[in-house]
């Protein structure tokens, strides 16, 4: 992309930018905060700039659909394991842990190691042997063993985790503009989804891969900023952590007990191994794994990326504890309004304006480096295993690249229509996780290591799986419970278990037709 073609997209920024601020002037009443508003515009630009830069400067042959998507599968350690860390370090995991800590207690602040496990575990047992066979997407493995149109009813649980990943960290940053700058929730979400969708179809994987070096390195700095400021209203370290405990008691500590969780003690564990296993299947994290340059550069940015997201935790477990014990009778206005926003809230009225911005920062390259990722590998999926094979087999990759462009914005209009509907962040990020779970995860683990699976077992072990964890409904997305499961019964892992065995005694018991190679390289 050259440098004069990169200019109507920056103008069309400006304008979008521009635009959002004379309708936020001229046509409400908020109280926006004007410096913090220009700030943000500013660091949206650069990264814009630094991403159209990334893309321009793509080898040709990388200009198709395997560019794209897997940035030629040309990326280097350093810089997979840069955007590995910053697409799970996104808006939903710092602003989600804020939230639980200051509102559940340590006890219940699973995700992040929960998800550090995950990578560890996808590098050690899924990462080489998926680098191997040059697979495009994750659900390739998934065609080569049970056909393009069972894959295709499996890419619904896939699907739904990104909008749902995508929707929490949209939540997240919404809920962040909305108490910085001082924007309601729906127009703070309308306006960070479309600017975050439009930077994202400017460019694939290497734009999206470069951002992340830059949105990672802010996101560190400025949570690092944040904190002790924040310290200084609750008398330091020392003093949080003892004022913590004492508000919480067993559930301050992030080890299970008994006292600690009552009757949901099972159900800790179910939301446990959810996240760590539910946190493998999916294509923002095989997506890096099949663009790295070999199997040994695959396995190693997954343990690496784990490491850092346990070190990126520190700062929303601190904020979260210090929201739970300042008193903000203290402060004029008052304490946060809902879970959601009690990272924003610390953000604003425990720092100074310019500590608050730069913290406004780090919330927004959280975002993105996570929206970009996730709407990336949702249209990549449907492009490449849903549209290709059954609409338009003799597609050429030039085409592919330019649908997954426009499948972009689809995936994000969805997305954003969710967020305007839920209001916890992390509520929406374990949602992402458990339909995956339940429903992919069996089918992948099958489709790799068991070679008598067959469509005939992965249909079946789906409907037990779909059946065992629908009839348990959900409350999130107000779904009722129409199986009497006791209380405190782990029915997700339940419902995974069944569906994995289900999966294999069928394949066992039924026909293994070999189908047709398909194309993945």
């Given amino acids: 992309m050259p440098l004069r073609s990169q200019g109507l997209p920056l103008l069309l920024l400006g304008t979008l930018l521009g635009g959002a601020a004379a309708y936020l002037y001229w046509f409400t009443e908020e109280d926006v905060h004007w410096p913090a508003f220009f700030s943000m515009a500013v ?73 550090a496990l995950s990578l560890v575990i996808g590098g050690l047992f899924f990462a080489r042997t998926m680098r191997r066979r040059r ?9 080569e063993r049970y056909g393009e149109r069972l894959t295709a009813v499996l890419f619904l649980p896939a699907l739904t985790g990104e909008l749902f990943w995508t929707a929490a960290i949209l939540t997240a940053l919404g809920a962040t503009f909305g108490t910085v700058l001082g924007i309601d929730l729906t127009t703070a979400i309308l306006l960070s989804a479309t600017i975050a969708v439009a930077y994202t179809a400017l460019g694939g994987l290497w734009a999206v891969a470069m951002t992340d070096v830059v949105q990672l390195l802010i996101l560190f700095i400025g949570l690092a900023l944040i904190v002790p400021f924040a310290l200084s209203y609750t008398g330091g370290l020392g003093a949080t952590w003892t004022a913590y405990r004492d508000t919480f008691g067993a559930a301050a500590s992030p080890f299970p007990s008994r006292e600690a969780l009552g009757g949901a003690y099972w159900t800790w564990w179910d939301y446990a191994l959810l996240l760590v296993f539910g ?73 100074n304006p310019v500590v608050a911005v730069i913290g406004l920062g780090a919330v927004a ?23 290709k094979p059954l609409v338009d087999p003799g597609m050429p990759d030039s085409r592919l690249a330019v649908l997954i462009q426009r499948c972009i914005w689809i995936v994000g209009v969805a997305a954003t229509l969710i967020a305007f509907q839920v209001r916890s962040v992390y509520a929406l990020w374990f949602l992402c996780s458990d339909f995956v779970y339940c429903l992919l995860f069996p089918a992948l683990v099958c489709a790799l290591f068991d070679p008598r699976t067959n469509r005939y077992g992965a249909l079946a072990g789906f409907g037990l799986a779909a ?7 959900d409350a999130t997305l107000g779904l009722p419970a129409f199986l009497p499961y006791p209380a405190d019964f782990p029915f997700r892992t339940t419902a995974m278990l069944a569906g994995l065995l289900a999966s294999m005694a069928v394949s066992r018991l039924t026909p293994n037709q070999r189908l047709p190679d398909s194309s993945h390289r």
Avoid: H, K
């Fill in 279 to 351: 946190g493998i299947p999916w294509q923002v994290y095989f997506q890096r794994v099949l663009a790295a340059r070999d199997e040994n550069t695959a396995v190693r940015l997954s343990l690496i990326a784990g490491v850092v997201c346990l070190l990126a935790a520190v700062a929303p477990v601190l904020i979260g504890m210090i929201s739970a014990t300042v008193d903000w009778s203290l402060i004029a206005a008052g304490p946060p309004p809902d879970a959601s926003a009690t990272l924003p809230w610390v953000v604003r009225y425990l720092t």
């Fill in 135 to 143: 697979y495009r997407t994750m659900l390739d493995p998934l065609t």
């Fill in 365 to 387: 390259a959280a975002v993105m480096s996570s929206v970009d990722s996730s709407v990336l590998s949702a249209s990549s999926m449907g492009v490449w295993n849903v549209y």
């Fill in 43 to 115: 660091f949206y630009a650069v990264v814009y700039y630094i991403g159209a830069r990334a893309a321009g400067r793509r080898r040709e042959e990388d200009n198709d659909a395997d560019g794209m998507m897997l940035a030629g599968r040309s990326l280097p350690l350093y810089l997979a394991i840069f955007t590995m860390s910053a697409t799970w370090v996104g808006g939903g995991f710092i602003n989600g842990t804020a939230e639980y800590t200051a509102t559940q207690g340590l006890v219940w602040v699973q995700a992040p190691w929960g998800y």
């Fill in 467 to 473: 059946l065992l964890r629908f009839g348990g409904g």
